[in-house]
Nanobody, 120 residues
Framework: QVQLVESGGGLVQAGGSLRLSCAASGRTFSSYAMGWFRQAPGKEREFVAAISWSGGSTYYADSVKGRFTISRDNAKNTVYLQMNSLKPEDTAVYYC?????????????WGQGTQVTVSS
């Protein structure tokens, strides 16, 4: 069982930056691949970024490539999402998730989400 808690969301102007954190409970964090997803009002949840167990492999949605960076610190049981050059269309609730497989497979655990609002 893994519990995930996101933090770091907030209100930022377009062009600004935010760093989201996702803290995981348990001692097996390093055995999970991690992902970030987002859901804007009235839209379906969409994939943002993912990172492998060791952090050696990552991939991104085209919409955030070059602006967002996913990373992890297994010693701190935490995964991060650095978001730069934010746009109003990045406004959404951001969720982190964990899964036992890489690079594909369902995500087994989800956090409660953190709101990111980008003003124009």
């Amino acid at each position: 069982q893994v519990q995930l808690v996101e933090s770091g969301g907030g209100l930022v102007q377009a062009g600004g930056s935010l760093r989201l954190s996702c803290a995981a409970s348990g001692r097996t964090f390093s055995s999970y691949a991690m992902g970030w997803f987002r859901q804007a009002p009235g839209k379906e949840r969409e994939f943002v970024a993912a990172i492998s167990w060791s952090g050696g492999s990552t991939y991104y949605a085209d919409s955030v490539k070059g602006r967002f960076t996913i990373s992890r610190d297994n010693a701190k049981n935490t995964v991060y999402l650095q978001m730069n050059s934010l746009k109003p269309e990045d406004t959404a609730v951001y969720y982190c998730a964990a899964r036992g497989s890489w690079p594909e497979g369902p995500y087994d655990y989800w956090g409660q989400g953190t709101q990111v609002t980008v003003s124009s």
